[in-house]
């Protein structure tokens, strides 16, 4: 089985442009989760989706949003980008939402100018 | 919101030393999870435990449910075993996804 892909893996913006970042989950898996990583403030979560529907949402501000689509591809938007947004955001995919094994991808590193 | 603590913050050690790293949490759990995170970025999965032990080859997971305490250990460490371990709690209810510790960052030396 193919693991979870993201794309692009590296990605340059200049202040206030928006970027999406795509990925795709493990074949039958249905929850995709979106994170964060920064030096600074280590892994955090952004949004959860399962079956289209967003479940769970961490606290970011309403520039970040995402979308999952019927075969559970999901993707992430940001817009205005800020310098702070620089860091690698990583999505994981697991069978079902709620409490169970999760698999990551590689990531996508954004360089925000 | 959970509170996720981890010790040590960095680790270096020989290799063939017996390593423990520390996760302590705030608010009860549904399942915790420990993560690898090697250099460059990938994360893999080691663990997800919500009682009890696990182990898989030479890592091994503990929880402590009511002290809101797990550990992972490596036997016969190797410097392969060199990576960032994440230890990351979602809790009851799971309505804020996952919450992670900093990170331990470690070292085998050969």
């Known amino acids: 089985k193919a693991g979870v892909t993201q794309t692009p893996r590296y990605l340059i913006k200049t202040r206030g442009q928006q970027v999406t970042l795509s990925c795709s989950p493990i074949?039958?898996?249905?929850?995709v989760s979106w994170y964060q990583q920064t030096p600074g403030q280590g892994l955090q979560f952004l949004f959860e989706y399962f079956s289209e529907t967003q479940r769970n949402k961490g606290n970011f501000p309403g520039r970040f949003s995402g979308r999952q689509f019927s075969n559970s591809r999901s993707e992430m938007n940001v817009s205005t980008l800020e310098l702070g947004d620089s860091a690698l955001y990583l999505c994981a995919s697991s069978a079902t939402s709620g409490s169970n094994e999760q698999f990551f991808g590689p990531g996508t590193r954004l360089t925000v100018l | 919101k959970n509170e996720v603590e981890q010790s040590p913050q960095n680790l270096t050690a020989q290799e063939g030393e017996f390593i423990t790293i520390n996760c302590s949490y705030s608010v009860g759990i549904s399942a915790l999870h420990w993560l690898q995170q090697h250099p460059g970025g990938g994360i893999v999965s080691l663990f997800m435990l919500s009682s009890g032990k696990k182990k898989h080859g030479r890592l091994i997971a503990t929880i402590n449910i009511q002290e809101k305490h797990s550990s992972l250990h490596i036997t016969a460490s190797h410097p392969r075993d060199s990576a960032v371990y994440i230890c990351a709690v979602r809790s009851r209810g799971g309505a804020d996804g996952l919450t992670f510790g900093k990170g331990t960052h470690l070292i085998i030396q050969p």
């Open positions: 074949s039958g898996h249905r929850s």
